[in-house]
């Protein structure tokens, strides 16, 4: 199941920011900027890229048939992908 996740958790993230672009023609792109480079969203959009980083390093660094590895994972990817959503809940 480990090998389908590194497929799988890119996938989550990738649907999140096209949901940003679905219906561009109405949206403002320099408020949107604005905002989500604002104070609150920009620090869930950190952790999250800190999280991603940190599941690369999991992938080519770690061995992902370890349970306790892949739990490690799993909750990094889960942590990211919901600092991501509120990042863009509060943009």
Do not use: H, Y
Not at 26 to 41: D, H, I, R, T, V
Request: aromatic share 12%.
């Amino acid at each position: 199941m480990f090998v389908q996740m590194r497929v799988l958790m890119p996938v989550g993230f990738l649907t999140m920011f096209a949901a940003l672009i679905v219906d561009r023609a109405g949206l403002n792109e320099e408020a949107m900027l604005a905002k989500l480079s604002g104070f609150p969203a920009c620090l869930f959009f950190l952790a999250g890229a800190l999280g991603m980083i940190l599941m690369l390093v999991f992938a080519f660094r770690m061995d992902s048939s370890d349970p306790k590895v892949n739990w490690m994972e799993q909750t990094v990817n889960s942590l990211a992908q919901i600092c991501f959503f509120i990042g863009l809940m509060l943009a």
